[in-house]
């Protein structure tokens, strides 16, 4: 593998409502796709359609996660698990898309989702397959789970070594490359920070679009 097989998939745009810290301002919503020789990984899978909640405070522009995969080239078929940084509705809105496939989630995380602080039916649902767990794994040779709570208490973060170097999905351990560098640090953001990781993608930096490949 190499860094340019992780790929982000813009999935969604909101507009931050008033109880928001940025709110009024429009934001992205990514996901990253690991080009992986087992199969395609995807990590986190934007926002469903269908809550009111949500379509009222967020307005969201979605993008079909299944589209945005075939429109990177990358078959929606040859998925082969799903990993969610977090079950924030912006995170695991489609995740039904893939039902029966492997879902890798932390177990706080997920205890936490079905006490209700998220879009419950976004997160059950047949064909729902959640493997939870507690601290890092290995989910394919090369690719890890990294437990970095903070933003949830059960979020997690993704690296994906390849032969140019180590990649890092921050997923919203930090909101962006600036508060990534330069902002208060907690210990999931030290111990992100301590990787000196080659390419680093967020979940909700507009800037990771504009890259080149």
Request: with cysteine.
């Amino acid at each position: 593998m190499t860094p340019h097989d992780v790929i982000p998939l813009h999935l969604a745009d909101v507009t931050y409502p008033d109880s928001h810290p940025l709110a009024g301002k429009d934001g992205p919503v990514l996901a990253f796709a690991i080009r992986h020789p087992d199969g395609t990984i995807l990590v986190d899978t934007g926002i469903g359609e269908g809550n009111a909640w949500v379509d009222e405070n967020y307005r969201p522009r979605v993008r079909d996660a299944r589209e945005a995969l075939a429109a990177a080239k990358l078959d929606p078929d040859a998925v082969r698990a799903i990993v969610n940084s977090h079950l924030h509705f912006d995170h695991c809105g489609q995740n039904r898309a893939f039902a029966g496939l492997p879902i890798y989630v932390q177990r706080a995380e997920l205890d936490l989702a079905r006490e209700g602080y998220t879009v419950v039916e976004w997160v059950d649902f047949p064909g729902a397959r959640y493997d939870a767990i507690d601290g890092d794994r290995e989910v394919v040779e090369g690719v890890s789970i990294l437990a970095t709570p903070g933003h949830t208490p059960g979020h997690q973060s993704v690296t994906v070594r390849t032969g140019d170097g180590l990649v890092l999905i921050v997923g919203q351990a930090a909101q962006d490359a600036r508060s990534f560098a330069t902002g208060p640090a907690d210990a999931s953001v030290q111990r992100l920070r301590e990787l000196n990781a080659d390419r680093i993608h967020f979940s909700h930096d507009r800037a990771v679009l504009r890259r080149k490949k």
